[in-house]
């Protein structure tokens, strides 16, 4: 199983996008520092995940989100909408 995962920075809210082959090991990864694109960042939540059968369709999952601004927007607005319910 595959994973594409959205995280949320407690620090400045902002948001990171990725996909794993284990997620809680990649979450605490993340919450440890070891990315260090965004350490800066830490500590983070898990806001929302997707899972996929192989690694070919999560990874293109994880790049749509990452390259279509309106497609990532929908799914925040998503997430949104459901934390407020």
């Known amino acids: 199983m595959f994973y594409v995962y959205l995280l949320q920075s407690i620090k400045d809210k902002g948001t990171y996008i990725g996909y ?14 070891k990315t260090k694109s965004i350490k800066h960042r830490i500590p983070f939540i898990l806001i929302y995940y ?34 407020n319910s």
Do not use: P
Request: no cysteine; proline share 0%; charged share 40%.
């Open 20 to 33: 794993t082959s284990d997620l809680k090991k990649r979450f605490k990864e993340h919450n440890q520092g």
């Open 50 to 83: 997707e899972a996929y059968l192989n690694k070919t369709d999560a990874r293109k999952r994880e790049l749509n989100l990452k390259n279509n601004g309106q497609n990532r927007n929908i799914l925040k607005e998503k997430i949104k909408n459901s934390l």
